[in-house]
């Protein structure tokens, strides 16, 4: 089969839920429209994440991009709480200082949003058959949690496991590829955080799960991957970064998969 783009995932607040999309606007930065727009911080500017508030994980968002607006379900709360998120951010703010029991604020960044890889600002990128695989080495994990737990951009359908990993090359080298008539630059395999050991719904961890990990995605590694990025074998989804011509470009569900031969 050829590759193509089988679904787009946008994260607008960074942490929470995400919300799959049928297309995507490419801003002038490389990053996704809506993509990381929002970010919750604490007092002293650093972000509330997964990384250091595994509470994070028991709350519920969805949203509706148009509309611009958060439901958001507190745990034990009766019902959703509906917000604007231009109009009654502060609203919201005031919800999430009580459930955190500290003062956070909801930051904004239209522009290039709140990317973990400040040097690759293009949406991370991952294949269906490799979250499958993956998924296949934890007892009890199904693909879709595994995909909440990677929280990549763009999944590629059509392609054995670890497809991707053709999208970076030696240290210093891009690799150059298109998804539709979308221009992007494959960097490197993106290092992993605390975020993917834990259940995406309760925030609990997976016995073991980083060593497992790292022992079978060095197992699995196909020879003809670049080796040098690996210092280590914690790494899965590819970033990427766009070149300007690639700026107000749609990316589309179907969009077909290139990969070229020149590399820049």
């Known amino acids: 089969m050829t590759p193509y783009l089988a679904k787009i995932l946008l994260y607008p607040v960074k942490s929470l839920d995400g919300v799959e999309v049928e297309n995507t606007r490419v801003l002038a930065s490389g990053a996704l429209q809506y993509d990381r727009e929002f970010a919750i911080f604490d007092e002293q500017g650093r972000f509330v ?23 958001l379900q507190i745990p034990d709360a009766n019902s959703l709480q509906i917000f604007h998120l231009d109009k009654e951010r502060q609203a919201l703010e005031a919800t999430l200082n009580d459930y955190f029991e500290f003062i956070v604020t909801l930051g904004q960044n239209s522009l290039m949003g709140f990317p973990d890889d ?20 934890f007892p009890g994990l199904s693909v879709d949690e595994m995909r909440r737990r990677m929280r990549a951009n763009i999944e590629i359908g059509g ?36 975020v993917p050991t834990r259940n995406s719904y309760l925030g609990e961890a997976y016995p073991n799960f980083q060593k497992i990990f790292t022992t079978q995605r060095q197992a699995t590694l196909p020879n003809w991957v670049a080796s040098s990025p690996f210092n280590h074998f914690y790494r899965l989804s590819i970033n990427t970064q ?19 031969i020149q590399q820049s």
Do not use: Y
Request: hydrophobic share 40%.
């Open 49 to 71: 994440n997964g990384k250091r508030h595994a509470k994070i994980h028991l709350l519920r968002a969805q949203f509706a991009l148009l509309n611009r607006t958060i439901s």
């Open 118 to 137: 400040t040097h690759s600002l293009g949406p991370t990128v991952i294949s269906t058959a490799t979250l499958t695989e993956v998924a296949s080495w």
């Open 159 to 194: 392609v054995p496991a670890f497809w991707e990993d053709r999208l970076f090359s030696e240290q210093g080298d891009l690799v150059s590829f298109r998804v539709g008539d979308v221009d992007f630059f494959g960097v490197n395999p993106c290092q992993r955080c605390i």
């Open 242 to 260: 766009l070149p300007p011509s690639s700026a107000g470009k749609i990316l589309r569900i179907g969009d077909r998969v290139d990969i070229n």
